[in-house]
Nanobody, 124 residues
C-alpha cells in the first residue's frame, strides 16, 4: 500500500520560513505529479502547488505564488514545499497528494493518494 508521510510543519512567526517534506513509500510514484494542499479549520481543503513527475511545470495557487516553491528529489522519493514570508493566513494542515486521476488538479477528488498532513501555524 502506498504511503505518503509529511513532515516539517511547526509554529513560526509571520515572515518566517518553513520547508515541508513528503516522502513516498513507493518509488513508482516518481513518474507522477505530486501536489500540496492545505486545510484551515472550518474551511475546505484547497490546492497549494503541483509539480510534474520530472520536476518541471510547477503550478501554484495565487495566494502562495512568489512565496512558496515546490521541488522534488526522485532519488529520495521526496517532494518539498519551501514556504517563505509566511503569513497568519497560511495556518493550516498541509497535505501531500500523489497520482493524479484527472486533469482537474485543483480538486481533491483528482488525486489518488494522500498523506496524513503536517500542521503549520503562523502567529502574527
Amino acid at each position: 500500500q502506498v504511503q505518503l508521510v509529511e513532515s516539517g510543519g511547526g509554529l513560526v512567526q509571520a515572515g518566517d520560513s518553513l520547508r515541508l517534506s513528503c516522502v513516498a513509500s513507493d518509488s513508482t510514484l516518481n513518474r507522477y505529479a505530486m501536489g500540496w494542499f492545505r486545510q484551515a479549520p472550518g474551511r475546505e481543503r484547497e490546492f497549494v502547488s503541483l509539480i510534474s513527475g520530472r520536476g518541471g511545470s510547477p503550478y501554484y495557487a495565487d495566494s502562495v505564488k512568489g512565496r512558496f516553491t515546490i521541488s522534488r528529489d526522485n532519488a529520495k522519493n521526496t517532494v518539498y514545499l519551501q514556504m517563505n514570508h509566511l503569513r497568519p493566513e497560511d495556518t493550516a494542515l498541509y497535505y501531500c497528494a500523489s497520482r493524479l486521476k484527472t486533469s482537474d488538479y485543483v480538486l481533491t477528488t483528482a488525486w489518488l493518494y494522500w498523506g496524513q498532513g503536517t500542521q503549520v501555524t503562523v502567529s502574527s
